[in-house]
């Protein structure tokens, strides 16, 4: 909107993103988190935005879909952004973990971390075998040498980070050489991680990494500084702007709500999704993705434009996400309209959050 300052002179203040569209709550995604929202104080797009990230976690290293060279994975990362601390930001998070509990227990036990301080202990979480050279000595003189496994790695490479306070994050990936920015970079990128240091042998390859993050407004703006924004860090997120949807004095009445036939499709889902290689738009998705790919990839100026850069591939893996979660592998129109209308809030979010910076 335009505002106009005491010396008359008129600047645009940004507006707080409008609610999500109906195409965004589609299929079972929608239809869990309509059941989850009238019994908690969360934002809608809360709740929405970490079940998609969940499940395209949750199903690993699977499904992908090709952007010219390049496979693109169902792991995204999303950054819940409020205005303080009071947006109900870590209470969302509690409702999507508790449905997929109950599809796979230990994937909730042991791929669900936090803690994101170094690029070496993010590789470490998700490090493949360590291997070095021994030698076999004869009257002490080494005659050959043998390969011997010192560490057997980590065999489950789904990760999902949960950081509920990223500002910390931001600081300390300003601190001098943290190689932070640059593996999770590469994690949403290829899975391939490494660092080119003469003492870290440890390697991750087809790592699959999510990350679920937890900030004030005024503490992104403060902490996230320019290098992140142009090395391409801030733009592999999701931003989402949220807020307290509605006061529950005494709380809601989640216990009373029967998710069993929801619970079921999901593991369907998941079971579904482990098995699916390549996707593929369908005919009619096609034509509707020519119409709106201009607009996706065109430029947009000031850190607006820098944070939202990957609007297309952001796009895509959320497509992705909706038609596995109606066990297709072929995105259709439907798909793609949900993933449309969860990047136009993410587009929105940005726009509120950055301005016109």
Not at 26 to 32: E, H, K
Request: overall charge positive; some cysteine.
């Amino acid at each position: 909107k335009t505002d106009q300052k005491p010396n008359g002179q008129l600047v645009n203040t940004p507006t707080t993103p409008k609610p999500l569209e109906k195409e965004a709550y589609y299929g079972l995604a929608g239809s869990i988190v309509n059941a989850i929202k009238p019994h908690t104080e969360a934002d809608p797009a809360a709740l929405l935005f970490q079940f998609l990230t969940a499940f395209g976690n949750i199903i690993g290293r699977t499904a992908y879909f090709m952007a010219e060279a390049d496979k693109h994975f169902t792991n995204t990362f999303c950054l819940l952004v409020g205005d303080t601390a009071k947006g109900r930001k870590g209470t969302s998070k509690g409702h999507i973990l508790r449905i997929f509990k109950h599809i796979e227990e230990d994937w909730i036990a042991n791929q669900n971390q936090s803690g994101l301080s170094s690029g070496e202990g993010l590789i470490w979480a998700v490090r493949n075998p360590i291997e070095t050279e021994e030698p076999i000595r004869r009257s002490g003189r080494p005659i050959e040498y043998q390969t011997v496994i010192t560490d057997q790695g980590v065999e489950d490479k789904r990760l999902l980070v949960d950081e509920s306070e990223f500002a910390s994050v931001l600081k300390t990936m300003g601190r001098n050489g943290n190689t932070l920015s640059a593996v999770v970079r590469n994690a949403w990128d290829s899975g391939n991680l490494s660092i080119l240091t003469k003492n870290n042998a440890a390697r991750a390859s087809d790592a699959h990494i999510s990350i679920i993050g937890h900030i004030t407004k005024n503490e992104l703006k403060r902490y996230l500084d320019s290098t992140e924004v142009g090395n391409g860090f801030a733009n592999r997120f999701l931003f989402v702007y949220v807020k307290r949807s509605k006061v529950l004095p005494e709380g809601g009445r989640i216990h009373e709500v029967d998710f069993t036939k929801m619970s079921n499709r999901l593991r369907g889902a998941v079971d579904f999704a482990k098995k699916v290689g390549e996707m593929k738009r369908d005919e009619t998705a096609r034509k509707m993705w020519i119409e709106v790919y201009e607009q996706l990839s065109e430029g947009k100026n000031g850190l607006f434009g820098a944070v939202t850069a990957r609007a297309e591939a952001q796009v895509m893996r959320i497509a992705c996400i909706y038609a596995l979660l109606d066990k297709s592998a072929t995105i259709r129109k439907e798909h793609l309209a949900a993933a449309l209308a969860v990047w136009e809030y993410a587009e929105a979010s940005a726009k509120y959050i950055f301005g016109d910076s």
